[in-house]
């Protein structure tokens, strides 16, 4: 969601007359776009800001606009403590900083600001802003606020724009696409909205993310696999293979569901592939606790696993109720041990791999070779003299790791 927002920021940006320049210190505008979703992010955010003010003392004509999820209510508190921040804004609140660029008397085409467009043939594209869960560890309710979904109409309009500039695969995004749509007049749910994105000339590949256990349904399972474009792969957060802690958490489902659902999917589309997201540590987690995450881990057999260490995060419910008492250094070796169950799993599930036919969509070109990603959301590399940006290879897999696969380009489709 922030490199989208950071997307819609660069391109209001340049609409105003601005150019991206390689480094802080060539800039006369500095936009921070923050996390804070752990304290290790929120520490970034301060050492930045710490390394601009530095900045600001030499240059005090450079501006800087702060923005994302460390922007809390109390802007008035927050200017009082950085004070070379010369514009606070909540994520998304794009009207804030139209109004400072307006104030610099800079030139802003509204309508561009709007859904990220680069030379990629990948695009991101926001649907469902906020979140209305409230589990126990987060903090995006506090930050982003409540759910708002945009539009349907408004949406294919953008990606109609999209795929006239060349856009080929989008990713709709939410903290909960599954809650998409019930905050509009007409109730349309995701599979909705995704039908009428199917029906997008030029558009090729639909991928959307992040699914809740809680909300995800049949219906939507069922409409992915009905539909050509929206592909196999699916994000699916677990957070914790033990029901005691899935109840700390407020995560609103046991493991017995979960369990039904990657069922279900797995039944209506076989080649589906899944990453997940795990925190390991959660406040009183046993190391009983600890292995049902593993053995749901070996159990699933995810494609991709995100790992995170609990931190407290000030206002959240689990910070205000619990103690975060598991030591750290049992927070760093669960994380471990999950790492290299993982490596082991998606290893062999990319060995699988090994001598098929994948279709991938080229993105771009790193350390001399072509990149891009199958359906199923698998990087891989190829080399070719040829310009293959933006187009649809056919690769034959010849090397896998756990991480990405390599292999000789066949043929090019468009
Ligand atoms: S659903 Fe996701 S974004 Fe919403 S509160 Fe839970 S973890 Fe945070």
């Not at 599979?191 to 809680?214: C, M, Q, S």
């Not at 992915?224 to 677990?238: G, N």
């Not at 760093?332 to 036919?357: D, S, V, Y």
């Amino acid at each position: 969601m922030n490199k989208a927002e950071s997307l819609q920021i660069a391109r209001c940006l340049r609409s105003s007359g601005y150019q991206a320049v390689s480094s802080f210190e060539r800039a006369d505008l500095i936009v921070l776009n923050t996390c804070v979703v752990r304290q290790s992010a929120e520490d970034k955010v301060l050492g930045t800001l710490g390394l601009l003010k530095g900045l600001k003392e030499k240059r005090p004509l450079l501006s800087i606009l702060t923005t994302g999820c460390f922007v809390n209510s109390n802007i008035e508190g927050l200017k009082k403590r950085f004070p070379q921040v010369n514009l606070f804004f909540k994520p998304g609140n794009y009207s804030k900083l139209i109004d400072w660029l307006q104030k610099q008397g800079l030139p802003v085409a509204e309508q561009e600001i709007t859904f990220p467009i680069s030379n990629s043939p990948c695009a991101l594209v926001p649907i469902i802003q906020g979140c209305n869960n409230f589990c126990s560890y987060c903090i995006v309710p506090y930050r982003r606020g409540r759910e708002a979904s945009y539009p349907v109409e408004k949406i294919l309009r953008e990606v109609r724009e999209m795929t006239h500039q060349g856009v080929k695969e989008i990713t709709l995004l939410g903290q909960n696409v599954d809650s998409y749509g019930h905050d509009l007049p007409e109730k349309p749910e995701l599979a909705d909205l995704l039908a009428r994105l199917n029906d997008v000339d030029g558009l090729e590949r639909i991928r959307f993310l992040t699914n809740h256990p809680k909300d995800m349904n049949l219906r939507l399972i069922e409409t992915m696999a009905s539909l050509p474009k929206v592909c196999e792969h699916l994000e699916l957060p677990f957070q914790a293979g033990d029901d005691d802690i899935l109840q700390a958490m407020r995560r609103g489902y046991t493991i017995a569901r979960y369990r039904e659902l990657i069922h279900s999917i797995r039944g209506i589309i076989p080649n589906v592939s899944l990453s997940t997201d795990v925190i390991v540590g959660f406040p009183g987690e046993t190391e009983k606790q600890f292995e049902r995450t593993l053995s749901l881990l070996e159990e699933v057999g995810f494609d991709v696993v995100h790992i995170a260490a609990y931190s407290p995060r000030p206002d959240t419910i689990a910070w205000r109720k619990y103690k975060d008492d598991v030591p750290t250094e049992t927070k760093k070796r669960r994380f471990a041990t999950i790492e290299e169950l993982q490596t082991r799993i998606a290893g062999e599930i990319n060995a699988q791999l090994h001598g098929r036919m994948a279709e991938i969509l080229v993105e771009g070109k790193k350390r001399g070779k072509w990149y891009g990603r199958t359906r199923n959301n698998k990087l891989v590399f190829f080399q070719s003299d040829a310009d293959q940006q933006g187009k649809m290879v056919k690769v034959e897999i010849d090397r896998t790791s756990p991480w990405a696969l390599q292999g000789q380009p066949k043929y090019t489709i468009i």
